[in-house]
Each structure stands twice: as structure tokens, then as C-alpha cells.
């Protein structure tokens, strides 16, 4: 066994298996290797023989979980509802169980229509399980489609389930699922005093991690309050390492629609914090960028936000921007933050482009760095150059928590 499924072993025996169990799943995982990057990716929820052994024994169950949370055709839910699984309560994270609200939309507690499970909102007022909501549940699952990106908020959910599970002994499974963005490390890595929901943790904008890896760095960093450990498994994917390129089949939410937004996702979401659209209210959001001052001669598109679907009242609605369509092959899978949308940007806008705004800025960089390298005209060279030490401590740190290869 390699060092690193010893790790994957230590890591995941503190979960309520036996350890016939738990080494089945460790060694499922071993065998992730270049002859198997030829065969379908098979994530986590799919390999119920592995997971139904915790949750079916009169367990009740708690699940969060969104539209991403499918297996092949089926929703998890209704798969485990199926197999007589005892859900108690489906928490949901931004936008909602069924996906329809917008980025930053306030969701409210709801009753599933199709299974008329309670539905708790973990996005707003209340972010992490309250013991209240939690006193039913003896187990709680995690399957949730992430992108690899610190200002997603997928992660900070995790982050606060754990905590609460952790709080009252709850067990926690993640189903883990293979990350789009997880073939490269990049970005300024967070500074705790810009610590938000949009960033929680001392990661890199793009952290390279699946969500079951990074649950791992959450406990094994004693990043939970008072320095808990939840009592965590994950079931990891198979016949995927971080290189396999991964279209993924269900968007994980309402904006991020082809695999081009989230390739430009890390890149294009810094301008969410500007003067600047990304396309929210078209049929293309988060592959371009626009405003209505754009020199019209100097950009190759243009584009109308209007109210619909993923974005109720987006940016410039129902104004004519002039930008710039990234929707092109050289897109389809990033290698690094591309800071030239933002630079570009500001030029356009004469320096304006950050005009009430640095605030929310900061939170998205992690940092009040970013910004003041961008008013001062540094070179995209030079800005990263001042990110490289960083990214190499955490790289080390990461490779702590990887279960692929």
C-alpha cells in the first residue's frame, strides 16, 4: 500500500465502520490509475454498496444536497428513498434543492414536492445546522457537485456542516465528485482578515481539490471552531485523477451552464465585484463580459441583459453592453487565473472599473494586495510572481489531503 492510501486510510477510520468496511473503500480507491483514466468516472453517490452499509441500519439520515446530486438519471434522494433509507431532513446550500434561485438570493425553508421531506436552507440568516435541526439525525451525507473555486460557496457549506456535526456527534459521509478545476493550483492565497463566506479557509483561489479532499484539509487543518474533527468519511471516485478532464453532467448552478463558464469561472468572477457584467441575464453567462462604455470599437461583441432564468434582475438590464464573447476552444480547460478579463477591463473604463466596489473585491482576491496591484498597473508577471510563495506552502499542505492522483 502507498503512502498516500495509508493516509486515505488513517484519514477515514474515524468513521462509524468497521474496519472490514473502510479498507474496502480505501482499497477501491488505490485503484485509480492511468488505466483506469480510460474508463467512465464513477463518483461517489453512485457506489451505494459502499455507503447504504452505514445509513441502513435504522439510521436517520440527514442529506445535503442540490440538483448536482444525481446518480445517472436519479436524483440521490429519490435513490435512497427507494432503498428504504430513513431521510429525516435535505439541507440545501446557495440556490437552493432544486436550483432555481439566484447567486446571493436569500432561500427559504421549504417542503420537498416530489417526496414532502422538510427542506432546511443553509444560505442567509442561517448558514450551519442548529442543534434544533439537527435532533433527528444520526447521520448526515454530503453530495454536492463543486467547482474548485474559494468564493464558491459549496465549500463554506461543508465547512459549517462539519462544524455542526462535529458539535453533536453527527458522522459525516461525503459523496465525493470529480472537480472540473482540478488539474492546477492558482491565485492569491486567502488572508484570514478578508475571511467571508466567499472565503473561509487560507487556500489559493483555485485549490485543486475534489470536495471530499478538501473536507479531509478542513479536519486535518483544525479549521473548525475550537479546533473540532467531524467524524468524516468520504467515498471516493473511481477511475478519475486530477488530469482527467470532467464535462459535468448537471450544472451545479444556475450560471454556470458549459464547461467554458466554469473553466473562466475563477477568472471572470472577480469582475462579479466591479462596474463590469459577466454576462448574468443572457444566454451565456460567465463566458463574456461587457458595459454599456466599453469604446465599441474596441470590443468584438455585444449583449443585452435581460430578467429570466438563474438572474432576476441582473446587471445593466435591459442595457446594450459592448464586451467581449469567450466562448472559444482556446477556453475549454484553463491552466491559470487569467487576470488580462480585469486588466482589459480597466483600461476600458479609463482605471473606473473598481468605483465602490473594492470591498467586495477584497473578499473575492482574500486580500487588499490584488486590488492595489491592479490601480498601479503591475504586470500579470509580476502579480504572480507575488503569489508564488504562498502557492508553495499550500501546495505542500495539499498534497497532505489528496486522494487522487
Known sequence: MSLKSIFIFLIASCANSS??????????????????QQKPIIVGAEQMDKYLS??????????????????????????????????????????????????????????????????????????????????????????IQDVGVRFYTYISTLHYVMEACAENDIPVIILDRPNPNGHYVDGPVLDLKFQSFVGMHPVPI???????????????????????????????CLNYTH??????????????????????????????????????????????????????????????????????????????CYGFDLN???????HQLDLSFVMNSNTLLKGELFINRSRFFNLLAGNDVLLKQLEEGLSEEDIRESWREGLKVFSLKREKYLIYE
Open 19 to 36: 474496519p472490514t468496511e473502510q479498507q474496502k473503500i480505501n482499497e477501491d480507491s488505490t485503484k485509480i490509475n492511468v488505466e483506469n
Open 54 to 143: 452505514f445509513i441502513n441500519r435504522g439510521k436517520r439520515v440527514g442529506i445535503v444536497a442540490n440538483p448536482s446530486s444525481m446518480i445517472r438519471n436519479t436524483h440521490l434522494v429519490d435513490a435512497l428513498m427507494a432503498s428504504r433509507v430513513l431521510i429525516k431532513t435535505v439541507f440545501s446550500p446557495e440556490h437552493g434543492f432544486r436550483g432555481k434561485a439566484d447567486a446571493g438570493e436569500h432561500v427559504k425553508n421549504d417542503k420537498d414536492s416530489r417526496t414532502g421531506l422538510p427542506i432546511i436552507s443553509l444560505y442567509g440568516k442561517n448558514k450551519k445546522p442548529t442543534k434544533e435541526q439537527l435532533k433527528d439525525i444520526d447521520i448526515m451525507l454530503f453530495d
Open 206 to 236: 483555485v485549490h485543486g481539490m475534489t470536495i471530499g479532499e478538501y473536507g479531509q484539509m478542513i479536519n486535518g487543518e483544525y479549521w473548525l471552531n475550537d479546533s473540532l474533527q467531524c467524524d468524516l468519511t468520504v467515498i471516493p
Open 243 to 320: 488530469d482527467t478532464p470532467y464535462s459535468l453532467p448537471v450544472p451545479p448552478s444556475p450560471n454556470l451552464r458549459s464547461d467554458v463558464s466554469i473553466q473562466l469561472y475563477p477568472s471572470l468572477c472577480l469582475l462579479e465585484a466591479t462596474t463590469v457584467t459577466v454576462g448574468r441575464g443572457t444566454d451565456g453567462p460567465f463566458e463574456r463580459y461587457g458595459h454599456p462604455d466599453f469604446p465599441q470599437e474596441k470590443t468584438d461583441f455585444s449583449f443585452t441583459p435581460t430578467s429570466g432564468y438563474g438572474s432576476k434582475h441582473p446587471k445593466f438590464e435591459n442595457k446594450q
Open 328 to 334: 472559444k476552444e482556446e477556453y475549454q480547460r484553463m
